[in-house]
């Protein structure tokens, strides 16, 4: 009954940091604090978080089993995928438009990719608006995430590689950095 009421007590001085507005987590926003304290049962990892496609199709299912029917059928390898549950093997994800469903984790990957959100973006050689255009990207392009810096991202497609304004495209967090 003295460990309940230790761990009451622990959740208690937690919840009074942030309300308070201290504590590391305060320091990067309340985003942040509350993605902090969201983490994943099964995995550990903070929710909601971004994986992607691993294969060439993935089915999306009404509930966490194959036995639930197929809600929806991604069939683009290296998509951007938002995970915002997890049970057991299953991961429920939601794509740019919020469709999705509960998928099995093997078919999703850690490795991290955008969604181009809109047409003719400028991949720049350096992370400024006036540097050099290396190509141009339209809307609905996948590139890989090489880094990601308050306002810009180097991606990786096709063997190019440059930068992008972050707000043209989907698949990570405001607050999120990457190296």
Known sequence: MQAIAGWAAVLAAVLLIMAAGTGPAAALGPAAAA?????????????????????????????????????????????????????????RVEDHEGQGGWMHHTLLSGVRTVLVMRDMVPMRTQPQPGAPELAYLQAGVVARILRCETDWCRLGVNGHRGWVERDALWGLDPHEFLD
């Not at 993935?58 to 029917?69: D, E, F, L, M, V």
């Not at 059928?73 to 995928?81: C, Y």
């Open 35 to 91: 993605t902090e304290l969201r983490r994943g049962p099964e995995t550990g990892l903070p929710m909601p978080r971004y994986v992607s496609l691993k294969t060439s199709e993935g089915r999306a299912r009404r509930g966490p089993a194959r036995t639930h029917r197929i809600d929806w059928l991604f069939t683009r390898r290296d998509m951007p995928l938002r995970v915002t549950a997890e049970f057991e093997h299953w991961r």
